[in-house]
């Protein structure tokens, strides 16, 4: 995926009587026009995944979620509608469109957990990100945790390693459950410390494996730290999970405790509600 450009507009208005104009209501609308290409080998899209726009203040905009305007306005630019299948090597042009404040500046495109920096308005950007050419499985959802200068998706498919002593506690989160979309089970179990495993929750190692084996994606749409001290750390995590019966469920257990053990985060238990 890359970014091609961005355009402003106070409101966005669809050649159809029955389709209500987008209005920036008091803001201004950002539109970001993005190319996507499967790179996988079965058809596939995007409509899984969260986009976001960010600003200098940390303030986040989510997509605008007009489906009929939205519809007709892509394609009366010529673009596809942005949850198209698209068939393998296949790509396709569409536009997100956001909602944010006036002033607003320095604006970060947020795919999931990939954040890359967007261009100056109507100004094309290179494809090539420093983290080299980014080529996401539009069948699956993407999620990482790097930042493309240029406006392409780094590639997040490399194997990772939740031992390292050098990792933030949002990012042991997000290894734990890369570990368990990746199915490698006996390697997430160890991310837990040894009073989380003997929980209600987790119910020993068999139940453990039993319950994640009904699971066939994982995905991490938000995770950011709540509180953090030299010892123990709160992590909320938007969490979602496609069963194999084709099911998917939220995780309501968003806020993830965690406790340093010898050098290494663990996960020390889960709660719907943030508990200071």
Known sequence: MKVDRIQTFDRIVADNPFATPIEG????????????KNTGDESG???????????REGRKYDEIDNFMTKSIWLKEQGLDRDNEQIFPGGTAQTAKIFRVANDASKLKLAVNLTTFKLPSEDRNVQTQSDEGEGKPDLSRSNEGSNESNDGELASNNSSVSPSSEKL??????????????????????????????????????????EWWNLVEKVYIDDVEIVKNSDRRSIVKANLRYKLRSGRVIKDKKKYIYLVLIDGKWLIDGKFETYNN
């Open 45 to 55: 899209n995007m409509a899984w995944s969260r986009f976001q726009l960010k600003d």
């Open 25 to 36: 209501k008091g803001g201004k609308l950002i539109v970001v026009f993005i190319t996507l």
């Open 168 to 209: 933030t506690p949002d990012t042991a989160v997000i290894n734990h459950y890369k570990l368990i979309d990746n199915k490698e089970l006996d390697k997430s179990w160890n991310d837990l410390s040894p009073s989380f495993k003997g929980s209600n929750l987790t119910k020993g190692f068999n139940e453990y494996i």
